[in-house]
């Protein structure tokens, strides 16, 4: 196991897809050099699964059909971060 991570796009629009290992789990969400940085421990040797993860800020909507992974301040703004359960994936948590 191991943690890696990745800058998230700041798009309010669109779920952004993260190809993770089956089984890795996000362990924090910051902000760092104007990014919002998302953290996970994974276990490179399993296989790949799409994941979906959309941001959203103070007073916007939050996506229906996700749950809250973290909070990061960028700039000034502050931004939400939700992992986004496409249809199936929803009911296997």
Same mark, same amino acid.
């Given at each position: 196991?191991? %943690?890696?991570?990745? @800058? +998230? @796009?700041?798009?309010?629009?669109?779920p952004?897809c +993260?190809? +993770? $290992? %089956? =089984?890795?789990?996000?362990?924090? @969400?910051?902000?760092?050099?104007?990014?919002?940085? %998302?953290?996970?421990?994974?276990? @490179?040797e399993? /296989?790949?699964?799409?994941?979906?993860?959309?941001?959203?800020?103070?007073?916007?909507?939050? $996506?229906?059909? =996700?749950?809250?992974? =973290?909070?990061?301040?960028?700039?000034g703004t502050?931004?939400?971060?939700? /992992?986004?359960?496409?249809? =199936?994936?929803?009911?296997?948590?």
């Amino acid at each position: 196991m191991r %943690i890696e991570s990745w @800058i +998230l @796009i700041r798009n309010l629009e669109e779920p952004q897809c +993260l190809r +993770l $290992p %089956i =089984g890795s789990q996000v362990r924090h @969400i910051a902000a760092n050099a104007g990014q919002v940085w %998302i953290y996970v421990e994974l276990d @490179i040797e399993q /296989e790949f699964e799409a994941r979906f993860f959309q941001m959203c800020r103070t007073d916007y909507s939050t $996506p229906a059909n =996700g749950k809250y992974i =973290g909070s990061a301040i960028v700039e000034g703004t502050s931004w939400h971060v939700f /992992e986004v359960y496409k249809k =199936g994936r929803y009911d296997e948590r």
